[in-house]
């Protein structure tokens, strides 16, 4: 399996981004019931969790991004998203997406946010 990330850039603060994430080489019932996120590193800081979703469509999101970013799955595609909107400094960091399925988890290569003040 693999996880390719894409959509990160450069924005000022109150821009937005989408980003996404495209899984290969997992069948669709896996990928459909496996559970699926985000995470996201500062630089000097410890990876966090920054939202997931779980097979049924319920999500639940770190508080500092609660109201701005909003998580989503394409069982179909194979995909999941990330819209960030009113994007802060603080939300700049590498962020990783993953997917839980077949007893593991998988994870893409990172893509970078940066959000200027």
């Known amino acids: 399996v693999q996880l390719q990330a894409s959509g990160g850039g450069s924005v000022q603060a109150g821009g937005s981004l989408k980003l996404s994430c495209k899984a290969s080489?997992?069948?669709?019932?896996s990928f459909w019931s496996g559970q699926m996120g985000w995470y996201r590193q500062a630089p000097g800081k410890q990876?966090?969790?920054?939202?997931?979703?779980?097979?049924?469509?319920?999500?639940n999101y770190q508080d500092s991004v609660k109201g701005r970013f909003t998580i989503s799955r394409d069982n179909a595609k194979r995909m999941h998203y990330l819209q960030m909107n009113s994007l802060e400094p603080e939300d700049t960091a590498v962020y990783y997406c993953?997917?839980?399925?077949?007893?593991?988890?998988?994870w893409g290569q990172g893509t970078q946010v940066t959000v200027s003040s």
């Open positions: 080489g997992i069948i669709l019932s």
């Open positions: 990876r966090e969790l920054v939202a997931e979703i779980r097979s049924g469509g319920s999500s």
């Open positions: 993953y997917v839980g399925a077949n007893s593991r988890d998988y």
